[in-house]
């Protein structure tokens, strides 16, 4: 496996978790090694800085699926102070001995400022925001043939989003939208609540992209999901809040912290749609939106119960990141360290707090989780945050595969295409070779609690038996108490 990571003080590494990987006497996995598979990107001599964090990464220019350009590895990459980096690399992948060999990547372009506009450059007085992220309609490095739509969506946390055409990256940003004034450039918005003199302009807080690159949907505090068509930038679609409180009649809060478009052909359809888009808040709620232009309902199709102190919840603490596992599953991680997974087919919106939809955990990460991604092929996720720490983890079983620290807060992740090559079946194989169950090592992973142990007849030694035949002593079954 192969993964690049972006963290706040502006370093990218490349990390390749097998080779971390060791067993000590006992037969234990030992799960960090500092500095083990992990190499840096970019060397170029500058120091670390957070005003060139990492915010986050994307592929993009996806490869035709020829010899020549199967281990080419190109992505983007948005810093803080607002540059957009372009990343072009090859990474081996033939053998198994290329696989543990790290790749060789280069800046090849960037273009500085992408937020700014004529009006912004001459006034120092406009408030452009703060990056806060980019998307993109390739989660995962897939080659294909097809290069449309290979567009890259950057925004601030005042709702503007710059255009990039991954394909004509030397031609720089090719629109700008504001996302709350309808498409129009405006001044910045700002948040109405806010105390005292203190004008709080930083609302969007979340961004994601449709597999097809034609919409982006934006969200923030205070402010509705909003999905912009990114070749007009023409308001298209705009999410409805949920009813307000039957016993205070209050209005329910809105800040979308983390947002994912669910699969058209991976997901089971809720509402007679499959044009489902995820988003997790601040008010630790998962809310399914039906997205299409033409849907009847604007409102969230499916949602987790409001958050209540004094009753049991099934999400603790703010939504941070999302990943769709398979049709029904998605696992959420929030600010804690948590990272449960839900089952969407056990959510009701009428009765009970649904706490039977979290089927499950992932322990391991002692931070807030920024990024968590699946595996293109493999039954494997990854995840980052503020522990410092790069996890991967088996989905089926749920355990934690590698444990890598790489030293700095982590914000960003890409999940290679590579396979795992520490396998039984050779080179292109996917299974575990030392740790896996059913092992002769000796470990209590290679049985079940409910199988039956077989135990051997106790037999005494005496003088007048020393003369005698041994009998063969045949195993006894008994089953444990």
């Not at 990256?169 to 918005?189: C, H, I, L, R």
């Not at 205070?222 to 205070?248: F, I, Y």
């Not at 706490?355 to 391991?364: E, H, P, W």
Request: charged share 25%.
């Amino acid at each position: 496996m192969r993964l690049i990571t972006g963290d706040e003080c502006g370093l990218m590494k490349e990390s390749i978790p097998e080779l971390s990987r060791t067993n000590d006497p006992d037969g234990k996995q030992t799960l960090a090694q500092v500095g083990v598979g992990v190499s840096r990107i970019g060397d170029d001599g500058l120091d670390m800085n957070r005003s060139r964090g990492i915010v986050d990464m994307a592929f993009c220019e996806i490869r035709s699926n020829d010899d020549a350009s199967a281990g080419s590895l190109n992505f983007c990459a948005l810093r803080a102070n607002g540059i957009l980096e372009k990343w072009e690399g090859f990474a081996p992948y033939k053998s198994k001995e290329d696989r543990i060999c790290g790749g060789t990547y280069k800046l090849s372009q960037s273009l500085e400022n992408i937020f700014e506009d004529d009006k912004s450059m001459n006034d120092d007085q406009v408030y452009l925001g703060r990056p806060i992220a980019m998307a993109s309609p390739h989660q995962y490095q897939t080659f294909t043939d097809s290069k449309a739509n290979n567009v890259l969506a950057c925004c601030t946390s005042t709702g503007r989003v710059s255009i990039v055409n991954a394909n004509k990256f030397d031609k720089g940003v090719v629109a700008q939208y504001e996302a709350y004034s309808n498409g129009k450039m405006s001044n910045p918005t700002k948040i109405s609540y806010t105390r005292g003199q203190f004008q709080n302009r930083d609302i969007a807080t979340a961004m994601t992209m449709s597999v097809d690159g034609d919409r982006i949907v934006i969200g923030g505090r205070e402010r509705a999901a909003t999905m912009l068509d990114v070749e007009s930038g023409k308001n298209v679609w705009k999410a409805k809040n949920l009813p307000p409180n039957p016993q205070t009649l209050l209005q329910q809060p809105i800040w979308a912290t983390a947002m994912q478009y669910l699969s058209k052909t991976d997901t089971l359809e809720i509402g007679g749609s499959k044009d489902l888009l995820a988003i997790g808040t601040a008010y630790k709620q998962l809310q399914i939106y039906d997205v299409r232009s033409d849907a009847t309902q604007r409102r969230p199709v499916l949602y987790t119960p409001e958050w209540d102190s004094t009753k049991e919840n099934l999400l603790e603490h703010r939504v941070t990141s999302l990943c769709q596992l398979d049709a029904n599953k998605i696992v959420v991680g929030d600010s804690a360290g948590f990272m449960h997974t839900l089952d969407m087919r056990k959510i009701s919106n009428k009765h009970g707090r649904s706490t039977q939809a979290s089927v499950g955990r992932y322990a391991g990460p002692a931070g807030s989780v920024r990024q968590i991604v699946k595996h293109e092929t493999l039954p494997i996720i990854a995840c980052v945050g503020l522990d410092r720490m790069l996890r991967t983890f088996d989905i089926a079983k749920r355990t934690q595969l590698d444990c890598v620290y790489l030293k700095q807060r982590l914000n960003c992740m890409l999940f290679c295409s590579d396979g795992t090559w520490n396998t039984k079946q050779g080179e292109d194989g996917e299974e575990s070779d030392s740790n896996e169950s059913g092992s002769d090592t000796g470990s209590e992973s290679g049985g079940d609690m409910d199988d039956e142990d077989i135990v051997q007849d106790y037999i005494d030694s005496s003088d007048d038996d020393e003369n005698s035949e041994e009998e063969d002593v045949q195993p006894v079954k008994k089953r444990r108490k």
